[in-house]
T-cell receptor, first 113, second 114 residues
Framework: GQQLNQSPQSMFIQEGEDVSMNCTSS?????WLWYKQDPGEGPVLLIA?????ELTSNGRLTAQFGITRKDSFLNISASIPSDVGIYFC?????????????FGQGTTLQVKP | GAVVSQHPSRVICKSGTSVKIECRSL??????MFWYRQFPKQSLMLMAT?????????EQGVEKDKFLINHASLTLSTLTVTSAHPEDSSFYIC??????????FGPGTRLTVT
C-alpha cells in the first residue's frame, strides 16, 4: 500500500531547542495534516495544509506543504516539556476521493527540562 | 469547534462476547466517520470508512462480519467487535470529517479481551 516515510523516528532534545521533522512519499498528495498524540489519547490536529508551497503557523509550530506535493515538514520552535508526545503526518492522495488519510510512522519527541 | 467523543474509554470483556463502541461528533455533522486500530508504539491502521445511511467500506484484511459498523446518523457511528478474542485487544480510535480533508479524532477506546 501507499506509505509515508516520516523521520526521524524519535528525538530527545533539551527544553528550548527547535525541532524539525518531515514526511516524504513517492506519491502526490493534495492535503497534508500534522497531528500530535499523547499516551492513551486520540490524535489532535495541529496544522492542515492544502496547497503546494503553503506555509502555515500555529503558535510555535510551523508546517509547510512541499512544492513537489510529495513532502511536508513540521517545525517546533523553543520546545517545552508539554511538547512531549508522538507527532504524525497524514496526507490524502491526489488520486483519492474517499477522504482516507495515509499516516506516517510517527516521530516520538522527548524534551528534557 | 470539532469535538469527537467515544464511549466507553476502556472496556474489559470475556472472550466470545461482543463489545460496542460509540463515536459521536458533538458540535458538527460528520459526512464521513473512520475507524482505526492502533497497536502499541505503532501508527494508526484504518479499518473502515463509513458514511451515514450506507454500508461501511472495509480495508483489505479487516473482517466485516467481525467488526460491524453502523452509521445511523450524521453524528453517531458504532463499532461492534463480535465474538471478541484476546487478539482483538487493542486501542480503537474513531475520527469524523466535516467534509473537507481534516479528520477529528475521538479519545480512543482501550479494549482488553480476557
Amino acid at each position: 500500500g501507499q506509505q509515508l516515510n516520516q523521520s526521524p523516528q524519535s528525538m530527545f532534545i533539551q527544553e528550548g531547542e527547535d525541532v524539525s521533522m518531515n514526511c516524504t512519499s513517492s506519491s502526490i498528495f493534495n492535503t497534508w495534516l500534522w497531528y500530535k498524540q499523547d499516551p492513551g489519547e486520540g490524535p489532535v490536529l495541529l496544522i492542515a495544509l492544502y496547497k503546494a508551497g503553503e506555509l502555515t503557523s500555529n503558535g510555535r509550530l510551523t508546517a509547510q506543504f512541499g512544492i513537489t506535493r510529495k513532502d511536508s515538514f513540521l517545525n517546533i520552535s523553543a520546545s517545552i516539556p508539554s511538547d512531549v508526545g508522538i507527532y504524525f503526518c497524514a496526507g490524502q492522495l491526489r488520486s483519492s476521493n474517499t477522504g482516507k488519510l495515509i499516516f506516517g510512522q510517527g516521530t516520538t519527541l522527548q524534551v528534557k527540562p | 469547534g470539532a469535538v469527537v467523543s467515544q464511549h466507553p474509554s476502556r472496556v474489559i470483556c470475556k472472550s466470545g462476547t461482543s463489545v460496542k463502541i460509540e463515536c459521536r461528533s458533538l458540535d458538527f455533522q460528520a459526512t464521513t466517520m473512520f475507524w482505526y486500530r492502533q497497536f502499541p508504539k505503532q501508527s494508526l491502521m484504518l479499518m473502515a470508512t463509513s458514511n451515514e445511511g450506507s454500508k461501511a467500506t472495509y480495508e483489505q484484511g479487516v473482517e466485516k462480519d467481525k467488526f460491524l459498523i453502523n452509521h445511523a446518523s450524521l453524528t453517531l457511528s458504532t463499532l461492534t467487535v463480535t465474538s471478541a478474542h484476546p487478539e482483538d485487544s487493542s486501542f480503537y480510535i474513531c475520527s469524523a470529517s466535516k467534509g473537507r480533508y481534516e479528520q477529528y479524532f475521538g479519545p480512543g477506546t482501550r479494549l482488553t479481551v480476557t
